[in-house]
């Protein structure tokens, strides 16, 4: 007896009799995505909903999501693939990366117009600088009787200035009536005792502020100090700060006179008050040449050598005091001591005996005594890169960079001592007498500042 086969197969089998130009049917059940195409290709196909709900919620829902996602505050999907940043967004992100060493900017501003527009926008250099924060040492200044404030390059080219690029007006040539009181943030401050004012100088931009001495402070000898005293996260020294500058000016007489001292800001344009110090105070030890010993900035406070002690002005209390200092052999000399900050920005002293440099460190307890131990010596035969010194013979300390450096004289050359690598750099080109003091100066060099008389972007090209 045949065997009875299903329907299903039969169906099949009947559909193949017919030819093959006869379509086939199929269940809709098992097929249901075939069924359209029997009708024809125009007719859109029709899917189950309960195979398919997702395409029921991409339908019917996606208004709802969408109010659903404002009324919760949210934002719509971000896309996969974020856009890139501007052409000049990131070329500005690598010209902010360059050394920032003074031939750097003008030179990426002689490549082309585009680059010249970037390095020149001001908007790039505050970014530049807040990128590097520590301004090069460009060179150091020196002040001498018989020819005024000298500035004397450091670098080697193409990042050498010359020292007709550096404007420091009418005292480039004058030094009899004019002496260098301070030279720190990229500002230098200068003592004109003929018009009886002081004068706040930005080197690299040209640009000077005179201010009269008031008439209290005009009894003495003056020393003083100039300072940018922002304090706002990201602002960066010596990058024409004179809306935030500050002056300290000392003035001190006779020897039964206390010393005074006096405030000014340069954005207000006015003196605060007289601060004097309880026990009288001399500022001047007879050498001409120790007025222009600078003042060291360590925390809030400011510290002058006067003698064998230290005189100190709090910028927070407004005090003015008179300490001593740590317990050196008397056979150094007053140009030999240099006030300096040591381990974890307390005070420190350094004083020169050949053939070693010994430093204190200044300790104050609860009770608000201070107190001086030995920090370190420090061997001068042991200094990389420092020549033999014979006998110590004409060996002078000269000077403080007011971080961790001191200016060496010897034989007629002079050395640049790192405290904490313990090396020495010779200073070439420069050759001075020993009287004097070395101020390093640090600031930024960047094109469009207009010095010496308005070099532009494209003469800024040609340094060194």
Request: net charge positive.
């Amino acid at each position: 007896m045949a065997r009875r086969r299903s329907t299903g197969l039969r169906s099949q089998n009947h559909a193949s009799e017919y030819g093959s130009g006869v379509a086939r049917r199929r269940s809709p059940r098992l097929h249901p995505q075939i069924q359209p195409s029997e009708e024809g290709a125009g007719v859109t196909p029709r899917r189950s909903p309960r195979l398919h709900p997702q395409n029921r919620a991409t339908e019917e829902g996606a208004g709802m999501a969408r109010r659903i996602r404002r009324r919760r505050g949210t934002s719509p999907a971000e896309p996969a693939t974020a856009s890139l940043p501007d052409d000049d967004d990131m070329l500005r992100e690598i010209l902010t990366r360059l050394p920032p060493e003074p031939s750097s900017l003008p030179r990426a501003s002689a490549v082309c117009r585009r680059w010249r527009g970037l390095v020149t926008d001001p908007k790039f250099h505050r970014q530049f600088l807040a990128h590097h924060r520590k301004p090069p040492h460009l060179g150091v200044i020196l002040w001498f009787r018989n020819q005024g404030i000298v500035f004397n390059p450091i670098l080697d080219p193409p990042d050498r200035i010359p020292p007709a690029r550096v404007s420091l007006g009418r005292y480039s040539s004058r030094g009899g009536d004019c002496t260098l009181l301070d030279c720190r943030h990229g500002l230098l401050l200068i003592s004109d005792w003929a018009r009886h004012e002081v004068v706040v100088c930005d080197p690299i931009a040209g640009e000077q502020r005179c201010v009269a001495v008031p008439s209290g402070m005009r009894i003495g000898y003056l020393k003083g100090a100039v300072l940018c005293a922002a304090g706002d996260h990201g602002h960066v020294h010596g990058s024409r700060c004179f809306s935030s500058c500050k002056l300290v000016l000392l003035s001190g007489g006779r020897r039964d006179t206390p010393c005074l001292a006096c405030v000014y800001t340069l954005e207000t344009g006015l003196w605060g008050n007289l601060v004097s110090t309880e026990a009288p105070c001399y500022i001047f030890d007879g050498a001409p040449e120790t007025l222009a010993v600078p003042a060291t900035l360590v925390g809030d406070c400011l510290y002058w050598l006067v003698g064998c002690g230290i005189l100190e002005f709090d910028f927070d209390k407004q005090n003015l005091a008179v300490s001593m200092g740590p317990p050196c052999p008397d056979s150094m000399i007053y140009g030999n001591h240099q006030i300096i900050q040591a381990a974890d920005g307390v005070v420190g002293y350094a004083a020169l005996s050949y053939p070693r440099l010994e430093m204190w460190q200044r300790n104050i307890d609860c009770h608000g005594i201070a107190t001086w131990a030995p920090w370190k010596t420090v061997e001068l035969d042991t200094i990389l890169q420092l020549p033999y010194l014979h006998l110590g013979k004409g060996v002078q300390l000269l000077g403080y960079d007011g971080d961790d450096a001191v200016f060496l004289w010897h034989a007629s050359s002079v050395y640049l001592v790192q405290l904490k690598p313990m090396q020495a750099r010779k200073l070439n080109g420069i050759s001075s007498p020993i009287m004097t003091r070395y101020h390093l100066f640090k600031s930024f060099f960047t094109p469009g500042t207009a010095i010496a008389g308005g070099f532009n972007a494209a003469e800024l090209s040609h340094i060194g």
